[in-house]
Structure formats: structure tokens, C-alpha cells
Antibody
Framework: EVQLVQSGAEVKKPGESLKISCKGSGYSFTTYWIGWVRQMPGKGLEWMGIIYPGDSDTRYSPSFQGQVTISADKSISTAYLQWSSLKASDTAMYYC???????????????WGQGTLVTVSS | DIQMTQSPSSLSASVGDRVTITCRASQYIRSYINWYQHKPGKAPKLLIYGASSLQSGVPSRFSGSVSGTDFTLTISSLQPEDFATYYCQYSYSTFGPGTKVDVK
């Protein structure tokens, strides 16, 4: 069974650093892209970026480039999303998702983590 | 950067209604569009990929179609469990702003 299990909720202060995780199991972790998606309170889904754990090839949305870092440790089948200096505006739910090449050679997020709620408040 | 728009932003419907949601891309993206259902407190769920292919396990009342840069998600007969927010996605990145389907 494919599973993506994310780390637990975090409460941080502005300026602090944070690294959240997403552990994959039940499939070959190194051969599927893992993406990160943000949902701010009351807002829609935003594509942040994606990583290929096999070689750590990473792509970012222009909106998130330089704001976050996506990484992966293939030895433990885990992807990460990190911030060096959090802002209140980073308060959101963050989802990781596995991207598959579907039957029509279309990439899609077919399995999702349960989400990690990040709250940044002084 | 490809931009996605959706209409309507919200709609009210009753069980049994036919519901249609439209998504438009800012440029030609072939059939590289996916549709997701998202309920509060749950992870999003893939419904349709490649504009019209039904994801495994998704009820056949959901369907997708494409005409040029316009994409449509149709729920043929709305069920109680279908009240949710629906997002289109350009397959390689951007999500649309979402369409909330609630009870009339």
C-alpha cells in the first residue's frame, strides 16, 4: 500500500527555522517525483515545487523560489520542506504528494500525505 | 508561467443535479489537466487526469472533457459525498483557484 506520512503540526515564531518531512512507503521512492502543495487558511491549493529523489532534481514555482528549500534523503525514503526564517504568512497546511506518470503520460498527484499544519505566530 | 482560471468560484446544488465546472488555461496545454476533489480536513483526491481519464476507484458520475484551452469537469448526478471544493491543475504545476460546491 502506497503511503505518504507527514510530520506533525508545528507552532513556531517569526524568524525561526523549520523542516517538515514526508516519508514514503509501499513503492519505489526513488522513481517518483514528490511535490509540495500549500493551502493557506481559507484559500486554495498552491503548487510549491517538486523533487525527484533518485537524483534530487528539484523544480520550484517562481512564487516559492528562494523562500523554501525542498530536499530528499533517499536512504530513508523521506522528502523535506524547509524554511530558514519563517514569517507569519507561512502559516498554512502543507501537503506532500507523489507524482505519477499516468496512463496518458500525464503527470498527476495520485497519492497525498495527510498534511502538516504550520502555525507561525509571535 | 501558465495561469489557470475556474468558473464558477462557487455553486449551490442539490443531490441529483448535474454539475459542470470549467477551467481555462492561459495558453494551449494540450490535455495536461487534472481534476482534484478536496474536503475540509482531508487530503485532496485525484479524480481525472489527462483531461478525461478517470482515476481508478473514482465513480463514473465524474467525467472530464476538453475543447481547446477550455476544460470541463462534470458530475452527472451529484451525490451527498460530492459536496467539496474542486480544483483543476495544469499537470506540471499550477492549480486553479477552486470551485466550492455546496448544498442548495
Amino acid at each position: 500500500e502506497v503511503q505518504l506520512v507527514q510530520s506533525g503540526a508545528e507552532v513556531k515564531k517569526p524568524g525561526e527555522s523549520l523542516k517538515i518531512s514526508c516519508k514514503g512507503s509501499g513503492y519505489s521512492f526513488t522513481t517518483y517525483w514528490i511535490g509540495w502543495v500549500r493551502q493557506m487558511p481559507g484559500k486554495g491549493l498552491e503548487w510549491m515545487g517538486i523533487i525527484y529523489p533518485g537524483d534530487s532534481d528539484t523544480r520550484y514555482s517562481p512564487s516559492f523560489q528562494g523562500q523554501v528549500t525542498i530536499s530528499a534523503d533517499k536512504s530513508i525514503s523521506t522528502a523535506y520542506l524547509q524554511w530558514s526564517s519563517l514569517k507569519a504568512s507561512d502559516t498554512a497546511m502543507y501537503y506532500c504528494a507523489r507524482q505519477s506518470e499516468m496512463a496518458t503520460i500525464t503527470p498527476a498527484f495520485d497519492f497525498w500525505g495527510q498534511g502538516t499544519l504550520v502555525t507561525v505566530s509571535s | 508561467d501558465i495561469q489557470m482560471t475556474q468558473s464558477p468560484s462557487s455553486l449551490s446544488a442539490s443531490v441529483g443535479d448535474r454539475v459542470t465546472i470549467t477551467c481555462r488555461a492561459s495558453q494551449y496545454i494540450r490535455s495536461y489537466i487534472n481534476w482534484y476533489q478536496h474536503k475540509p480536513g482531508k487530503a485532496p483526491k485525484l479524480l481525472i487526469y489527462g483531461a478525461s481519464s478517470l482515476q481508478s476507484g473514482v465513480p463514473s458520475r465524474f467525467s472530464g472533457s476538453v475543447s481547446g484551452t477550455d476544460f470541463t469537469l462534470t458530475i452527472s448526478s451529484l451525490q451527498p459525498e460530492d459536496f467539496a471544493t474542486y480544483y483543476c491543475q495544469y499537470s506540471y504545476s499550477t492549480f486553479g483557484p477552486g470551485t466550492k460546491v455546496d448544498v442548495k
